[in-house]
């Protein structure tokens, strides 16, 4: 069974602060790396989208991949309380399976004013 | 606001009534996605169209029935639901499923609730 792992949190951090989201996934053949953000009652949006090894950033945020660790994270920097939400990181099988997106359990975040 | 619109926003239904759940985008996507997701728990893949072909199906239950009559519309169709079958259901699209850095887009979902 291919898997996603995440902290469920709630994750903690105060306004302004780094936070720090991680993910690990089991297939090593996985090629394809998302992070998506929900709040709570409504749809998963994406925000990041990595493919190679090594950083992304975008705006205040960055993802982090590790093909070799199977690890890939997330980094929110001067983080707001409109950043408190679930984050979901999420796996693009390949091949006859592609589309089909693994999914982890998500981490809340909680930024605190 | 998203570029995946679904119908209805809510659904109340009895385990008796028949129900569709519609989803369309307009951006020349290729391949549309059902997902279904409870409370407190990621989105679970229930069906895949890819060129308006079903190529995946998650062994859901026959009370389920997707359609895609073409390549921009998703229909669901409900019949004799559980109330264990309320949940958010989320329709989604991609430029093409097999290509692996074609990321999926999210419609708002149905809330769906069975009594």
């Known amino acids: 069974q291919k898997e996603v792992e995440q902290n469920s949190g709630p994750l903690s951090v105060p306004e302004g602060a780094i936070a720090s989201l991680n993910c690990t996934y089991s297939d090593r053949g996985s090629q394809s790396f998302f992070w998506y953000r929900q709040y709570s009652g409504k749809s998963p949006e994406l925000i990041m989208s990595i493919y190679s090894n090594g950083d992304k950033e975008d705006g205040r945020f960055t993802a982090q991949l590790n093909k070799a660790s199977q690890y890939v994270s997330l980094l929110i920097r001067d983080s707001q309380p409109s950043d408190s939400a679930t984050y979901l990181c999420?796996?693009?099988?390949?091949?006859?399976?592609?589309?089909?997106?693994?999914f982890g359990q998500g981490t809340e975040l909680s930024v605190k004013p | 606001d998203t570029e995946v619109t679904q119908t209805p926003k809510h659904l109340v239904m009895g385990m008796t009534n028949k129900k569709s759940l519609k989803c369309e985008q307009h951006m020349g996507h290729r391949a549309m996605y059902w997902y279904k997701q409870k409370a407190k728990k990621p989105p679970e893949l229930m069906f895949v169209y890819s060129y308006e072909k079903l190529s995946i199906n998650e062994s859901v239950p026959s009370r389920f029935s997707p359609e895609c009559p073409n390549s921009s519309l998703l229909n669901l169709h409900l019949h004799a639901l559980q109330p264990e079958d309320s949940a958010l259901y989320l329709c989604?699209?991609?430029?093409?499923?097999?290509?692996?850095?074609?990321?999926?887009?999210f419609g708002n979902g149905t809330r769906l609730t069975v009594t």
């Open positions: 999420a796996v693009n099988m390949d091949g006859n399976q592609g589309g089909k997106l693994i």
């Open positions: 989604a699209s991609s430029q093409d499923r097999r290509r692996g850095n074609s990321p999926l887009h």
